[in-house]
């Protein structure tokens, strides 16, 4: 690369960091307005009334298979293109209730506990975002998937992201949903305080209590609000599959110590893949300045949706919305 290509081209990236920093500063000490959220073109309720999740006899669609030394629990549903499905710290598979039954209809549906969460045991190898991205590739190869549309919330956007950028021959379409990465960079500046943050938002304190326990308002609240906009709203079943799963995963810490510093952003214009970016306006987790970074970075390639009274997972809290939104995008 020519001297003056290079320098232009470290200029950019150091304009970009700056911005980026900015913005999250900003937005932290309350000197920034939230951006607007994106309108609603359609019914936006808060939760799912009716979850079809509910009737399910999920151990029909329960499966294992060893990959890479690690033996991983999955679910399958349905025939047609690939789409997969990957959860975030504290998650398993089950973060994705409200969309399996929906895009089985007309996708071939795999959500997967990433080793280390849910029913999946800790591997042989270090936990890292480049392994986990390493594993989810042979994990496709195993089930004979050449390519698909990945889709991950949190660190699981995170490793999509890594996919998409190192095995871009691989992914169809990529979904980034309040996708860890951005945050997690500059973590490396202040990593003590950045890992007691998320640990605290991240691991529900619902853990400790029973089922019967977060029928309780103010239980259900202090126990998932980190995570959740308005955790109060939604329904107690819905909560309790999506995070006891996760209870006491192993690979949680070691997950969340990888991200830090792991610095992915001077790649993110290597995607070329048409990439979908949901977020929640007030997730607490992964604020919403990263989106916007993330649709900058990425260019014109990627189109970005921003949901009013969101938190971190808007395919759980806005199911409604997330689903008919994903739907377009996977049929564009």
């Known amino acids: 690369m020519p001297a003056t290509q290079s320098t232009r081209t470290g200029r950019e990236e150091l304009g970009r960091i700056v911005s980026d920093t900015r913005a999250a500063v900003a937005l932290a000490t309350g000197r920034a307005s939230l951006p607007d959220p994106t309108p609603a073109d359609g019914p936006d309720p808060y939760g799912n009334p009716d979850p079809e999740w509910l009737g399910v006899d999920w151990g029909a669609y329960r499966r294992e298979v060893d990959v890479v030394g690690a033996r991983v629990n999955y679910v399958e549903m349905g025939e047609g293109p690939p789409v997969v499905f990957v959860h975030g710290l504290s998650g398993a598979w ?40 390493s594993f989810l590739r042979d994990f496709c190869e195993k089930l004979g998937i050449d390519h698909a549309a990945i889709v991950g919330n949190s660190l699981g956007g995170f490793i999509a992201t890594e996919v998409a950028i190192a095995e871009a021959n691989r992914v169809d379409r990529l979904v980034l949903v309040s996708a860890a990465g951005i945050t997690w960079a500059r973590a490396r500046r202040e990593p003590a305080a950045m890992l007691a943050r998320m640990a605290r938002a991240t691991t529900p304190l619902a853990f400790r209590f029973q089922l019967s326990g977060i029928r309780r308002p103010r239980i259900r609240q202090a126990a998932f609000q980190g995570v959740f906009h308005d955790p109060n709203t939604l329904r107690r079943e819905l909560l309790w599959e999506s995070f ?27 995607i070329e893949d ?44 806005r199911p409604v919305r997330f689903n008919r939104l994903l739907s377009g995008f996977l049929a564009s």
């Open 94 to 133: 089950q973060n994705w209730l409200e969309q399996i039954p929906e895009f089985a209809r007309d996708h071939r549906v795999i959500a997967l506990d990433l080793p280390g969460f849910g029913s999946s045991p800790m591997p042989p190898w270090d936990i890292s975002v480049q392994g986990y991205g």
């Open 244 to 270: 006891v799963p996760a209870l006491e995963a192993p690979a949680f810490y070691d997950s969340m110590t990888s991200l830090v510093g792991y610095d992915i952003r001077h790649r993110l214009e290597e």
């Open 274 to 317: 048409p990439t979908l970016i949901v977020w929640g306006r007030n997730d607490r987790v992964v604020p919403v300045p990263a989106a916007l970074s993330y649709k900058r970075r990425i260019g014109d390639n990627a189109e970005l949706h921003i949901f009013d009274q969101t938190g971190h997972v808007p395919q759980m809290e």
